[in-house]
């Protein structure tokens, strides 16, 4: 257990550095803090500090920066989210009272709005497509052997395939195996649907089989990035910031990451917490969003590990909220 003096410079020394990037001496958590020590106290509790690794000390006569494990007891004790101030509270509201079309343009809507909050990188992930269920399945003609596939999900996003036939088609018999398709689709689990039966006409029967198969191969789960150019800004190292845009436009990696860190209980993951080497400078704030009271999708910040941990929270619990509440009220 620390003490709360220490507790209370470590604090100290992480709001400073957090605010303005450069090392905090004792003198300056003296000055500043509110604490009722000497410097010289400080400065050796601040030692006790780094011996215990919390705190390291960038070059001899330096102040001293906060470690990962001096980032995640600053963490720990913030309890809850904190509140978003005003202007960003009134922001997030305007926001979504006037947010409307396809989810996907929502998500990516949202992304941004994220980003702007915090000035980070901002992550949305969609709703994954295995459970969704199929609400209407149709087949456009683009021309005699082109077939345009377009399918709404119960979670809201709409997926289109393009198939080739091997034969040219009229658009008539284009529209009948659109209504069967459709009649059998409707209700459906997209990843467990069974093929519809044969119209009795080997032609028709093609176009069904290949739109079948064309909706039941598996989808990635849709990922919005939005900011990631306000990596550039975060870093000193242009080579970090190479490392983690090139990250960043993983999507595998992405999805798994933010699952992970949920799926371990946090909601903000440090450094090396998050088990990706190209993002140990980095921190992530995370959080899940829910659709009529069921986990839908995952919303979270990328940003340096001297992030603002309160504002960061507080933008994405406020987010996440609202997101889920708008996409329950369709």
């Known amino acids: 257990m620390m003490d709360d003096r220490k507790a209370s410079i470590l604090r100290a020394v992480v709001q400073s550095y957090i605010a303005t990037g450069q090392p905090v001496g004792s003198k300056h958590v003296a000055e500043t803090s509110g604490i009722h020590a000497s410097p010289a106290t400080i400065r050796n509790e601040m030692a006790a500090l780094e011996a215990e690794g919390y705190l390291r000390q960038p070059h001899t006569s330096a102040g001293r920066v906060p470690t990962d494990r001096g980032y995640r007891f600053f963490v720990n004790s913030l309890g809850e989210p904190g509140v978003l101030d005003a202007e960003k509270a009134n922001q997030v509201r305007a926001f979504f009272a006037t947010a409307h079309g396809a989810l996907e343009q929502m998500l990516h809507d949202t992304s941004h709005l994220l980003s702007n909050l915090t000035n980070y990188a901002a992550v949305v992930i969609g709703p994954p497509h295995e459970a969704a269920t199929i609400r209407s399945v149709q087949l456009v003609s683009l021309s005699p052997r082109v077939v345009l596939v377009v399918a709404v999900l119960s979670n809201g996003v709409v ?24 009649a ?45 150019s306000r990596m550039a800004a975060a870093f000193d190292a242009v080579e970090t910031v190479r490392q983690v845009l090139r990250t960043l436009e993983q999507q595998y990696v992405v999805v798994t990451l933010l699952r992970d860190i949920l799926d371990r209980g946090l909601s903000v993951a440090i450094g090396t917490e998050l088990g990706v080497e190209p993002l140990a400078a980095c921190s992530v704030v995370v959080a899940p969003y829910q659709v009529e009271g069921e986990v839908a999708g ?33």
Do not use: C
């Open 159 to 182: 997926e289109k395939r393009t198939i080739e036939l091997d034969r040219e088609l009229p658009e008539d018999d284009v529209a009948k195996a659109s209504g069967h398709l459709a």
């Open 184 to 228: 059998h689709a409707r209700g459906a689990v997209l990843s467990q649907w069974p093929p519809p039966p044969s119209m009795g006409s080997e032609t028709l029967d093609e176009l069904v089989r290949k739109a079948h198969e064309a909706l039941s191969t598996d989808a990635d789960d849709p990922v919005f990035v939005g900011g990631a």
């Open 298 to 330: 995952t919303i979270g910040v990328l940003g340096p590990t001297r992030m603002n941990y309160p504002e960061a929270l507080a933008a994405v619990e406020l987010v996440s909220r609202r997101l889920g509440r708008h996409l329950s009220e369709g």
